[in-house]
């Protein structure tokens, strides 16, 4: 009996708490019309959440890129097909590794960032200081972040993927000995749009949950340094099960 | 000042002297209560203390002043209008004629001294840049802190911040100054600059401010009128003298700073010291 009391409160809690992000979303996107006529507090987020996220995502980009050519090399060589690496990192890097490792790596990044400035901005009295000169803090704080991520993120898995090919082939073509011309020529015939815009909409979709996952957390902070950790700490959990459950099913919808 | 909204859009019930009154409020928080049957008024164009015991709701009363929390029961009025029946946009139109200093500063940490005073003059006016910079150099040069414009938060002392934080809430013009615990951690200078600073913007300006603070001896300079509360409830009020002279336990106990009385230095609910030292139980 109790077990099945936990698992309802359970559910209730957890419903509770999707209804809460969810009307913080309608919150912003309410005052998204206003947001947009002051690009430059965007832009300045931009900066802070992409702009500053670039190195990491770089120096991961080339490291993925490494292994995937190791691994692809060593896979497809059993079956004489190593002229083929180019495709299947292509494929691997555009469409699943870009999208899903620059998500995480946002969350770890630019999401703990956001979270903590916007929990810190809570915990010393500086949000309900915008409140009292009447400035609303949603639409002052959160929905330029909001956007800034969300617009950064895509941007960012972008640049991971270039970066990721170029780690590839140097794998690949520049210590392996993979000819150059079957590499980049097999991957410009099999890759399509569709490929690529796959992509895109997964980062897209992953630049919006975690912004809006890190805005929020940060936002309802208990205004304590408990509180603010904490919610750093919820920030990347719930962003990287998030992504990773999301990217499932965007993936199967996209198979069918 | 140009504000695309006016605040006299919000209908009024009454005007009186009484810039705030506080009618009959009742206010919990879970099954703590915070107020029962609270009643002040502060008087318009004065310096009024809210004083009293720690974890008594003196900030509390701040915020249902300034709308950030509603009332059980009661009326919360401003000049007049009914602050818990606003909607956030009418709040957001009254609080425009408030100014509130809070007890850390709360300044923008992303914005250096300039641009913090600079904010609601930005947020709430077209005016040009030209015009911003004077008036915030105005505002800075009344708290004594022109030069320290280009500093950011960090590089200011309690004191400074403070001071910078009203020269932020003036910015606007507002009618009233809210300020809570202004003079928490200062050293004894900067609490002189702050007192000064109170007296001089009230009647200079000729705002109404009110003070929520448990430091006796600053207060005592300060205020014209004061309130005293504890238990939920006003315990005294009027002029310092009046408190210092009132014959209840609990003011007596304030005023002087007794360590044990009405208030008492054990935390009430411990069991018997000698049995519980003689138990297993912690």
Known sequence: MNTFRELFENLREFAVAVGAVTMFLLRMLRHLPRAITRPSLIVEQIYNSGALSLVIIMICGVFIGAVVGLQGYEVLQRFGAEESLGVGAALALLKELGPVVTALLFAGRAGTALASEIGLMRATDQLTAMEMMAV??????????????????????????????????????????????????????????????????????????CSLIAVYEGYTAIPTAEGVGRATTRTVVISAVLVLMLNYMLTAVMLR | ??????????????????????????????????????????????????????????????????????????????????????????????????????????????????????????????LPDALIRNIVLTKLQAVGLRGAARLSPAELSGGMARRVALARAMATDPEMLIYDEPFTGLDPISMGMIVR????????????????????????????????????????????????????????????????????????????????????DT
Not at chain 2, 67 to 86: A, N, T
């Open chain 2, 1 to 126: 000042m140009q504000s695309d909204t006016t605040p006299s859009q919000v209908t009024r019930t009454t005007v009186t002297d009484n810039i705030v009154e506080i009618r009959d409020v009742y206010y919990s928080v879970g099954h703590r209560s915070i107020f029962s049957g609270l009643n002040l008024s502060i008087p318009r164009g004065r310096i009024t203390a809210v004083m009293g015991p720690s974890g008594t709701g003196k900030t509390t009363l701040l915020r249902l002043i300034t709308g950030q929390i509603r009332p059980d029961r009661g009326q919360v009025l401003f000049d007049g209008i009914d602050v818990s029946q606003l909607s956030r946009r009418e709040l957001y139109r009254l609080r425009l004629r408030m100014g509130m200093l809070f007890q850390n500063g709360a300044l923008l940490t992303d914005m250096n001294v300039f641009e913090n005073v600079a904010f609601p003059l930005r947020e709430h006016t077209d």
């Open chain 2, 197 to 280: 600073l109170v007296r001089q913007m009230n009647y200079a300006l000729g705002i109404t401010s009110i003070v929520v603070s448990h430091d006796v001896d600053e207060i005592s300079i300060l205020a014209d009128t004061s309130y005293l509360i504890s238990g939920g409830k006003v315990v005294a009020s009027g002029s310092f003298v009046e408190l210092k002279d009132h014959e209840s336990e609990i003011v007596h106990q304030f005023m002087n700073g007794l360590a044990d009385g009405p208030v008492p230095f054990h935390y009430a609910p411990a069991p018997d010291y000698f049995t519980q030292l003689l138990s297993d």
């Open chain 1, 136 to 209: 609303d803090p949603v639409l002052r704080v959160a929905v330029p972040r909001f956007l800034g991520g969300a617009i950064s993120l895509p941007l960012l898995a972008m640049i991971f993927i270039g970066i990721g090919l170029y780690g590839v082939q140097l794998i690949a073509v520049q210590q392996l000995g993979v000819d150059a011309a079957s590499f980049w020529s097999q991957m410009r015939a099999a890759v399509r749009v569709d490929d690529v815009t796959d992509g895109l909409v997964k980062s897209c979709v992953f630049g919006v949950v």
